[in-house]
């Protein structure tokens, strides 16, 4: 399984505004080092790493990805019960989508850009080889590894609002908030509610958050790409 595939089933896990405020990721633009409150995504048999520096964009510190035929991302750990409703907001800016970029095909799935929600494994609606598995790699690797995702991504073509199951694992799904070349070099702000797009893409209400990731790959493409990642927040 390829880095993209490892993300997205869990098993590599290395694991302010609004009226009432959620307990959001650490804020880039506050950093002094990445590794306050983020840690490395890497998966094993991947030489090739996305690099993720603190830079000044527009006099504001964000997060470069710079990624070139690579794949790994930054993750902050959390527990975080949504509720009824859960705003997530964050900007960020592209420097090209990929020309094999497709979110069907294993051999398409990387994007310049995406946000990573993982959720907390619910074992009552697991398979018996589900946890099983789960319960062999937790032995191994010492981890309670995350069950569903949710990965808002730039799509390479995908029309937005398009909401797809990830190629390499039903327990992801895709949900393209920007698509396309044509706002790429801008910075662009989105904002969902969390809640509301996990019953939609798995049809129940969501359980903990346990992280929320970022991540610029191009490992099945074989392509390159530069990203610019703002503040996360989460909003109740």
């Known amino acids: 399984m390829n880095a993209t595939g490892s993300l997205l089933s869990g098993l590599a896990l290395c694991l302010i505004s609004g009226l009432s405020q959620a307990a959001s990721p650490p804020p880039f633009s506050a950093l002094s080092s990445l590794s306050d409150g983020w840690e490395p995504l890497e998966f094993p048999n991947i ?7 603190l830079v000044i964009d527009d006099g504001t510190q964000v997060v470069r990805a710079q990624t070139d035929n690579s794949a790994s991302g930054l993750i902050a750990r959390m527990h975080l ?18 020309d094999k970029g497709d979110a069907r095909r294993k051999s398409g799935d990387d ?18 080889f589900e946890r099983a598995k789960r319960a062999a790699v937790s ?8 069950g569903n995702g949710l990965n808002y991504i730039w799509a390479n073509r995908l029309p937005v609002g398009t909401v797809v199951t990830n190629p390499f694992t039903d ?25 509301a797009d996990y019953r939609r893409a798995f049809g129940t209400a969501p359980p903990a958050i346990v992280g929320i990731g970022i991540m610029s790959d191009s490992d099945n493409t074989g392509e390159s790409a530069t990203a610019w990642y703002g503040d996360i927040k989460l909003k109740n």
Do not use: C
Not at 139 to 146: A, K, Q, S, V, Y
Not at 171 to 195: F, K, L, Y
């Open 111 to 128: 994007y310049p850009a995406r946000i990573y929600v993982a959720f907390a494994f619910q074992p009552d609606s697991a398979s018996l």
């Open 171 to 195: 327990q992801t799904q895709m949900i393209a908030v920007n698509s396309g070349a044509a706002r790429a070099g801008q910075w662009v702000t989105v904002e969902r509610d969390i809640v």
């Open 139 to 146: 032995t191994l690797f010492g981890e309670d590894l995350p």
């Open 47 to 53: 030489e090739r790493h996305s690099d993720y520096q």
């Open 81 to 98: 019960e949504p509720g009824a409703h859960l705003t997530i907001r964050w900007r960020w800016k592209i420097s090209n989508i990929y």
